[in-house]
Nanobody, 128 residues
């Protein structure tokens, strides 16, 4: 499984940004996808997860109501697609390196140890 995260950058507080995670290499029909983030000097934090087919979504408390995960619905492929993280009402405390992850089991998990597949991070910086 290959995951490629992109879309990070510098944004002002209150602004929006959309991250993308390009996923390929496996039949993802029963997979769950997730986003985590890690701020400098802090542990990696769960941001959100979703079923591959979008049947359910789950978010961390710090981002609920502001961040939304989705998948490229134009793609009919189960072996290659893009998962998005739309971030709105950004705060300086959202500054972090954001990572996308995948697991071959259905169901939500906020435990990074449950995700064997990781993309490289993309840096999001929110200025005050």
């Amino acid at each position: 499984v290959q995951l490629q995260a992109s879309g990070g950058g510098l944004v002002q507080a209150g602004g929006s940004l959309r991250l993308s995670c390009s996923a390929s290499g496996r039949t993802f029909g029963s997979y769950a996808m997730a986003w985590f983030r890690q701020a400098p000097g802090k542990e990696r934090e769960f941001v959100g997860s979703m079923a591959w087919n979008g049947a359910w979504k789950s978010y961390g408390d710090s981002v609920k109501g502001r961040f939304t995960m989705s998948r490229d619905t134009m793609s009919r492929s189960n072996v290659r697609t893009t998962v998005y993280l739309q971030m709105s009402a950004l705060k300086p405390e959202d500054t972090a390196v954001y990572y996308c992850a995948a697991r071959g089991s259905p169901g939500s998990s906020g435990n990074m140890g449950d995700y064997p597949y990781w993309g490289q991070g993309t840096l999001v910086t929110v200025s005050s």
